[in-house]
C-alpha cells in the first residue's frame, strides 16, 4: 500500500497570512494531484503535477512537485477566508490504477 | 459540472441489515470508483471499476461489494452492516487513471 502523509493535519490562521501544506510518501508517484473539499460536497481538483521539480501557480496557490516524485507542497499566498477548506493530495502510480490520497489537512483562515 | 449522483444521500440502518448504495454517472467515463472518508483518514478506495463487469479491491474492501452491470451505475453493498462502516461514501468517476477524478455528493451512512 502506498502511503501519502499530509501536514500539518490542522491549520488555523489568519487572513493574510502565507502558509504550506505538505504532501510526503516513501512512494514515486506518476503524478500528484490536489484537491478541495468543502462541507457536505466531494472534493474538487484544484491541480495536477506531473514531472519531477514541476511548479504550478493558480492565482495565489503555488503547487511543487518534489524531484524524485515523492513529495509535494501547496503554498497559499495572503490566505482568504475563502480558502478555508479540506486540502487533499492525491498520487498516482502507473502500476496502479486508482488515486491514494492523503489523509488532508484542515484549514480555516479567520477574516 | 460531471453528472454524477449518489443515492441515498443519508441513511441510518441497523447492525446486520444489508445496505445498497448507488452511483449513476451520465458522462460515460470508464473508471468508477467508491471511496470511504473518516476523520484523519482522508479518502480510502473500497472498490473500484474499470470497466462493465470489471472491478478490483482497493485497500479497505473487506465487508463491502460491488457491481457494475452498466456503465453509468456502480453499485456498493455492504453485506452486513456493522458500527465501523458508520461513514461518508463518496463516489468517483475518471476517464483513465490519473486523470482528474469527479466526485458525487457523499452519501453519509450512519450504522446503529
Known amino acids: 500500500t502506498q502511503l501519502l502523509e499530509q501536514s500539518p493535519q490542522f491549520l488555523s490562521i489568519q487572513e493574510g497570512e502565507n502558509l504550506t501544506v505538505y504532501c510526503n510518501s516513501s512512494s514515486v508517484f506518476s503524478s500528484l494531484q490536489w484537491y478541495r473539499q468543502e462541507p457536505g460536497e466531494g472534493p474538487v481538483l484544484l491541480v495536477t503535477?506531473?514531472?519531477?521539480?514541476e511548479v504550478k501557480k493558480l492565482k495565489r496557490l503555488t503547487f511543487q512537485f518534489g524531484d524524485a516524485r515523492k513529495d509535494s507542497s501547496l503554498h497559499i499566498t495572503a490566505a482568504q477566508p475563502g480558502d478555508t477548506g479540506l486540502y487533499l493530495c492525491a498520487g498516482y502510480s502507473g502500476s496502479a490504477r486508482q488515486l491514494t490520497f492523503g489523509s488532508g489537512t484542515q484549514l480555516t483562515v479567520l477574516p | 459540472d460531471a453528472g454524477i449522483t449518489q443515492s441515498p444521500r443519508h441513511k441510518v440502518t441497523e447492525t446486520g441489515t444489508p445496505v445498497t448504495l448507488r452511483c449513476h454517472q451520465t458522462?460515460?467515463?470508464?473508471?468508477m470508483y467508491w471511496y470511504r472518508q473518516d476523520p484523519g483518514h482522508g479518502l480510502r478506495l473500497i472498490h473500484y471499476s474499470y470497466g462493465v463487469k470489471d472491478t478490483d479491491k482497493g485497500e479497505v474492501s473487506d465487508g463491502y461489494s460491488v457491481s457494475r452491470s452498466k456503465t453509468e451505475d456502480f453499485l456498493l453493498t455492504l453485506e452486513s452492516a456493522t458500527s465501523s462502516q458508520t461513514s461518508v461514501y463518496f463516489c468517483a468517476i475518471s476517464g483513465s487513471p490519473g486523470t482528474e477524478a469527479f466526485f458525487g455528493q457523499g452519501t453519509r451512512l450512519t450504522v446503529v
Open positions: 503535477v506531473v514531472t519531477g521539480g
Open positions: 458522462e460515460n467515463h470508464r473508471y
